[in-house]
């Protein structure tokens, strides 16, 4: 099984299959099991690992929410559901919805962690993982994969994890992998022609067996390739700092990705082994692979953040992150998931980093306006099961031109449900100013809900539109290009770019400046990529530019075809 089209269908008839850039796409799922999906007194798993011990038996049916209590003799019970997407406007309006062919992928709809959304470094792709599995397939989350199967896992069936592409046209491309078996993908990211996925295996005895220890944690899949072995990208043990060793793989427990600065960033936030915290994938600036890299690269903890075992007190829960630039990283916190300690948890919510002399160190954590651990309605949920914003989980945001910071996040939840993970949850929205590095100065900003999840409804993930493109250069910075001149002895066209600081305020690096839209076959000769795009470096980290100063770079074009060169300049931190 390799790379499988399918047309994403819209719910509207009247509404358009595409999306607009610079909108929003909300990855979201509906409960669609009823009474008979499950049966009082089945067997749970269906079908058992064969070194496994499997005695539960169905305690409810299949009707929602109560089904869940099924969680009470399955440790790993679980529904799969479909997926749809909606395009909604930066303030939360629906545009349209597309819903992911079921015959292509589906979640599981009680998963937390899955679902999350990432636009590709291009900008022209979102990708997310799911499950080839039918609709209301049971414990198909902790299942093994076909090539990597472990006979201890409870859960006895196969089922191949995917990565979808999603394109500006509602079209739907997957591929299947080996990865994650007994647990889930969570995440993936599209960058220089690579799928780079984060997620968990192994859902069996201690010691895991190789093949799910491979397919844990960060994994490298190239797109529309039959699946084989797991490819590990990264890893990481505890015994780096120090510690005793803990349970084989599952150190590499990763929910959050990103990739900033051609370098992949992942975070652990959950389960009693490893170190729950922020990682870098290898070298900065290398987006590794087999070809520029022995895999797997090693992983380290970003200077500043947490190093102490995931398993003691006052361990933070990191989700989502996004940077803003070099030196601002937003990172969700999930909460612990204790109804008791919602209101009170100091980390919960959205943690604004900065990096200072070399070291990332905690600004403030935003949290007015989520009103943590205060219950909350949906029409038609049991009043029983209410329930209360615990944290955040995925993200992402826009660096705007005045100088704010605007930031979309996917809620968590406590409650009394046997499954936070299928409690109605909320997206919610917050301006910050990106200069702000005291909460003094932060006091006043607060979140706004932007939609809460309906009866049977589950939010996931968001992300810019595919088709995105990076924002146009800050109000107070122009850019300004030179004529082009030919050189018959190199061949190719060179000029320079400069930007001015038109602001009262210095600014400072590292400031680039990245060339969108350049002709076929037009090709910067010296620069790097930023973001998928190519881009010359105007301004070092550390220097500045005051009110009236400008700085120049040299640019240099291939253009065999000797096209008319034109482009769009992009100022990029």
């Known amino acids: 099984m390799g790379g499988v089209a399918a047309q994403a269908r819209p719910l509207d008839s009247n509404a358009a299959i595409f999306f ?92 937390k962690s899955e679902l999350a959304l990432n636009l590709s470094s291009d900008g022209n792709f979102i990708t997310f993982m ?92 190239t797109p529309g390739t039959v699946p084989g072995q797991p490819v590990l990208l990264g890893d990481f043990s505890v015994t780096q700092l120090g510690y005793p060793a803990d349970k084989l793989g599952k150190d590499d427990n990763f929910r959050g990705l990103t990739i900033f600065n051609n370098t992949v960033y992942v975070t652990k936030g959950s389960g009693g082994n490893g170190i729950n915290t922020v990682y870098q994938v290898g070298t900065a600036g290398t987006l590794p692979n087999a070809s520029n890299s022995t895999l797997p690269v090693q992983m380290n903890i970003l200077p500043g953040f947490p190093t102490t075992l995931a398993k003691n007190a ?117 301006n910050d100013v990106l200069a702000n590095t005291i909460p003094a100065a932060a006091a006043g900003e607060q979140f706004t809900t932007l939609r809460t999840a309906n009866y049977g409804e589950v939010l996931r993930g968001i992300s810019f539109t595919p088709g995105t493109v990076q924002p146009a250069a800050p109000a107070s910075i122009s850019v300004v290009s030179s004529g082009l001149l030919y050189n018959r002895r190199t061949q190719n066209y060179s000029g320079t770019v400069t930007i001015t600081n038109n602001g009262s305020a210095t600014i400072s690096g590292s400031y680039y400046v990245a060339f969108q839209n350049l002709p076929a076959g037009v090709a910067l000769t010296n620069g790097t990529l930023r973001r998928g795009l190519p881009a010359v470096q105007l301004l070092g980290a550390g220097v500045t530019l005051a009110p009236g100063q400008s700085a120049s770079a040299a640019v240099s074009f291939s253009n065999p075809s000797n096209a008319v060169i034109t482009y769009t300049p992009v100022v990029e931190q």
């Not at 999906?37 to 169905?58: F, Y």
């Not at 902790?142 to 069936?157: E, I, L, R």
């Open 314 to 430: 006052g361990a933070i829960q990191p989700f989502g992150i996004w940077f803003a630039n070099a030196s601002t990283l937003y990172v969700a916190d999930e909460g612990d998931g204790t109804a008791a300690n919602a209101a009170s948890d100091a980390n919960a919510g959205l943690e604004k980093w900065i990096l200072v002399n070399g070291t990332w160190k905690l600004a403030y954590v935003l949290q007015n306006g989520l009103n943590l651990g205060q219950p909350y309605a949906v029409p038609n949920y049991p009043s029983a099961l209410t329930p209360a914003t615990d944290g955040l989980r995925n993200i992402t945001g826009r660096v705007n031109s005045d100088g704010t910071v605007s930031l979309w996040a996917i809620t968590s939840t406590v409650s009394a449900s046997a499954d936070q993970g299928a409690d109605p949850n909320k997206l919610v929205m917050i």
């Open 20 to 111: 607009t850039p610079g909108n929003l796409v909300l990855s979201r799922s509906v409960y669609a099991g009823d009474a008979t999906t499950v049966t009082v007194g089945q067997a749970l798993p269906p079908v058992c690992g064969s070194k496994a011990s499997c005695t539960g038996k169905a305690t409810n049916d299949g009707t929602y929410p109560n089904v869940w209590l099924n969680d009470t003799v399955d440790g790993s019970f679980g529904i799969t559901s479909p997926i749809y997407l909606d395009q909604i406007t930066t303030g939360g309006t629906l545009v349209n919805t597309l819903a992911a062919p079921v015959s292509a992928v589906v979640t599981s709809f009680p998963s």
């Open 130 to 221: 799911g499950y080839s599995a039918p609709v209301n397939a049971l414990d198909v989350s902790n299942s093994n994969t076909p090539a990597v199967v472990d006979p201890t896992n409870p859960v006895g069936a196969s089922y191949y994890r995917l990565v979808a592409q999603l394109d500006p046209n509602g079209n739907i491309t997957t591929t299947a992998t080996n990865a994650y078996s007994g647990n889930n993908g969570r995440a993936a990211f599209l960058a220089n022609g690579f799928y780079y996925t984060a997620g968990n295996a192994g859902n069996g005895g201690n010691p895991q067996p190789a093949g799910v220890v491979a397919g844990a944690g960060v994994q490298l899949v």
